[in-house]
């Protein structure tokens, strides 16, 4: 009795095991999005204008430099910030101003946002800035039908063709 | 806060392991054997793996159809095999969280052990990042996920200049490389986890890698009919222009990751951050005054001496320096490694209750596997260097003849399938292993050398699993399993001092494997045998001591039966054994007498005998349990305290 009962408790602990693994190998599941939701994912690396233009070094200046460092423009090598916004249907969704990268100030600006929005025909309008002065030089507005659990990404490339360099995917 | 936590782990934790020892016992309790039980499904998921990894494509779009293929196409091997793959990842996640628990509730970690502690976490580590890597592979929609949400969790860190979640913008961004990249991560981290296994389990004397055979069979059996009822399989292939709404995730793998989400990537860092360094402090922590000093070993009669290291109980020193002290479960549970401590203090450490009552702590006992000492100790040990000749080993042997002597008792001769003779000593015994689990233990009954074949008395116990199977089944030519030899030899290092033997039934097969012995090796010490049973049919061989009274003049056989019927025509001595030998030697001083007949027969001897001058030191025994009781083994030979 006492053997039977140990294989008993044997197997409840084997079948605890199996239970423990099957369930939380799978369960329970996790919700990374409402069911009614679309993504819109803003992402790209942009190396913006530089902060002060170019200037050509006067004669004296250059006399100055080593021979083998004497270049007519000077350069500095600070980039400007890049301020993104974009917004749907007429309301902000999102803003950011994105320092250039590197020690010196002179790398490009990345940006990766999550925006999780209701599924549905949106307007969608993205303006981008990389210079000190003037406004937005990069606009792009367009409506995207986004069906539940789409992604719709929006990239940047400053040589891309068309208005504004912004790229919807 | 953290002694409290560790308090109240250890508390759960000691009731569970009692719980499982009614279940398992001690021997094969899963909870002493979480470390070698992950080993062993380390060894699962490779073999599972390198099957998996014969069929699998790595490319973007052949990564999952070949997965896709080698589970349902081949859903009776190939499925199965990942079914493994994915449930052994997943025990071994568990084994070693609950390892690592176990460790921290019993103060484990501490000393020397850091060292296991901290290798154990960098395995914890690695285990991860193998694991989540695999995942990867399959590049469903649980591998986007882990994709996406892993780059996102690392770009928070501000040394990438490009985030890395732009790999996985587009489903152009992935290539054919990046799969033949995460396959050479996925089995280059394994090896590295092989080798640092190696250097973790190296601190530790005898640190057990290989759990108990039953267990393993239990471990694959689970793991098989869980791959039956539950086969691991893939979700929707992965498209990075849409995101599942919901995910399956693999918790124990994965739980941290809806962290991401729900706090932030920053957040989910700083409590990474806080865990680990809490995992790194613990030791620190927990150290306590018995995990702080070295001290000195000393072991009596036999005079070895060693050293232990901060934390390190007197077993795991003993093992490291080759002193060959006794051990069965070694987590305070079976009180095999129980000794006594002459001199000196030590810390208990923790063991089950039952293990070590405190009579027997009062009287100087200690599990030698849980003690730490505190300060320089001086312990019992009869050291047998003979013993180091005559190493256990696991082997089948046949049964080669069987021979009934009487009603109840069956003389059986086993030939171990293994080559060559097996190496043992007199007073040592075997433990044969039962199919299912359990083990029962028999002295040996024949001299060293005599035979290749182990002999064997075995007495039916009414109920008894073993000697029913024995008497009613067991034919010539039927194979077993046991383990052998096992016990420490009776050491006659005082071979011209005269000696009594007391056996009581079966307990006749110790002595005559210790008096052919001595006959053999021309012991010239007087020597009384005290056969003691109940009726003239238990003295099943009285035939040989008769022979050897003849044949030796040092020797002299006395039987002497408690119940002897009128029918019986018994000549010979009546009463208890013991009683006999004291009538016959008033005073025992100057005097051995080893005994080797039931507990209740020794306990009702040994103060008499002490009364009356035998010294305890002089005293040995070899007590066992006629019972039905799985746990049923002979004692040790040892001085009686």
């Known amino acids: ?169 | 806060m953290i002694r409290l936590i560790q308090r109240f782990s250890q508390f759960v934790m000691l009731r569970v392991e009692n719980s499982l020892n009614h279940v398992f016992r001690a021997e094969l309790n899963p909870l002493y054997q979480l470390g070698a039980i992950a080993y062993f499904l380390f060894w699962m998921v490779a073999v599972s793996g390198l099957y998996i990894y014969a069929f699998y494509r790595t490319g973007v779009h052949e990564a999952y159809s070949s997965v896709e293929s080698l589970t349902h196409g081949q859903w009776y091997l190939g499925g199965i095999m990942r079914s493994l793959h994915r449930y052994a990842s997943d025990g071994m996640v568990l084994t070693m969280l609950v390892h690592m628990w176990r460790n921290f509730a019993m103060n484990r970690l501490s000393g020397f052990r850091a060292f296991s502690w901290y290798t154990g976490l960098v395995l914890l580590l690695l285990l991860y990042v193998s694991g989540i890597n695999g995942y990867w592979l399959v590049w469903d929609q649980l591998a986007q996920f882990i994709a996406v949400a892993s780059t996102e969790w690392l770009d928070w860190l501000p040394i990438f200049s490009n985030p890395l979640v732009r790999n996985f913008l587009l489903q152009e961004s992935v290539n054919d490389r990046f799969f033949s990249l995460l396959s050479f991560a996925h089995i280059g981290t394994p090896l590295v986890m092989l080798a640092l296994i190696t250097v973790h389990t190296q601190r530790v004397s005898g640190a057990r890698t290989q759990p108990s055979r039953q267990i393993a069979i239990g471990v694959v059996v689970t793991l098989l009919v869980l791959a039956l009822v539950k086969p691991a399989v893939s979700q929707a292939r992965a498209d990075l222009a849409s995101v599942a709404a919901q995910i399956n995730l693999d918790w124990f793998f994965l739980m941290s990751y809806p962290l991401i989400y729900k706090w932030s990537p920053g957040q989910l860092w700083a409590l990474g951050g806080g865990v680990m360094t809490l995992f790194l402090l613990l030791p620190v922590l927990a150290r306590t005054r018995h995990t702080a000093g070295s001290f000195q070993i000393t072991t009596v009669p036999s005079a070895r001496s060693f050293s232990t290291k901060p934390g390190e109980t007197i077993l795991e020193a003993a093992i490291r320096q080759d002193v060959l002290l006794a051990y069965g479960c070694r987590d305070g549970a079976c009180g095999t490694c129980k000794g006594s401590v002459l001199r000196g203090e030590v810390d208990y450490g923790i063991y089950q209750a039952h293990a070590l009552s405190e009579q027997e702590k009062r009287a100087g006992k200690a599990l030698f596997c849980c003690a730490t000492p505190l300060s320089d100790l001086e312990i019992e040990y009869f050291e047998n260097e003979s013993l180091k000749q005559a190493p256990a080993r696991t082997m089948g042997c046949r049964v080669e003849t069987m021979r009934r002597v009487a009603p109840d008792v069956m003389v059986l001769l086993l030939r171990p399938l293994t080559a060559g003779a097996l190496k043992f000593f007199p007073s040592q015994h075997i433990d044969i292993l039962l199919d299912g689990g359990g083990r029962r233990s028999f002295s040996f009954a024949n001299a060293l050398g005599e035979t290749e074949c182990i002999e064997l008395h075995v007495r039916r116990i009414p109920g008894g699993r073993f000697t029913s199977h024995v008497f009613t089944q067991m034919k010539t030519g039927d194979t077993l399993r046991f383990e052998g030899p096992l016990g420490t030899p009776f050491v006659d290092d005082d071979r011209d001092s005269p000696i009594i033997f007391v056996a009581g039934a079966t307990g006749f097969a110790p002595v005559k494997s210790i008096l052919e012995h001595a006959f053999h090796t021309g012991s010239k010490g007087r020597k009384w045998l005290y056969w003691g049973a109940r009726s003239p049919s238990d003295l099943y061989d009285i035939q040989r001591p008769e022979r050897w009274q003849r044949e030796h003049p040092n020797f002299m056989f006395v039987p002497v039966l408690s119940a002897p019927l009128p029918e019986d025509h018994w000549q010979g001595r009546v009463g208890l054994v013991h009683e006999a030998i004291l009538q016959d030697f008033p005073d025992l001083s100057g005097f051995r007498v080893y005994a080797c007949a039931s507990l209740q027969m020794v306990q009702a001897a040994r103060p008499a005998f002490l009364a009356h001058g035998l010294s305890e030191s002089a005293c040995f025994s070899d007590a066992f349990l006629m019972s039905t009781h799985p746990a049923a083994q002979p004692a040790e030979p040892r001085p009686l305290k």
């Open chain 1, 1 to 169: 009795m006492k053997r039977t009962l140990q294989y008993f408790g044997q197997a409840c602990a084997y079948a605890l095991f199996a239970a423990l693994l099957g369930y939380f190998s799978t369960s329970p599941a996790y919700q990374q999005l409402p069911d009614d939701y679309a993504l819109v994912k803003l992402s790209f690396s942009h190396a913006a204008q530089r902060k002060h233009p170019c200037r050509e070094r006067s004669a004296e200046e250059l006399a100055k430099l080593a021979r083998n460092m004497r270049i007519a423009k000077d350069c500095p090598r600070e980039r400007s910030n890049v301020v993104v916004e974009l917004e749907m249907d007429g309301q902000p969704l999102y803003h950011v101003v994105l320092p250039p990268s590197g020690l010196a100030h002179d790398g490009v600006s990345s940006v990766y946002r999550r925006l999780p929005v209701r599924a549905g025909t949106h307007r969608f309008v993205v303006r981008l800035k990389d210079t000190e002065q003037g406004g937005f030089g990069y606009v792009r507005e367009e409506s995207v039908s986004l069906e539940a659990g789409r992604v719709l990404v929006i990239d940047f490339k400053a040589d891309a063709p068309g208005a504004g360099g912004f790229v919807f995917h």
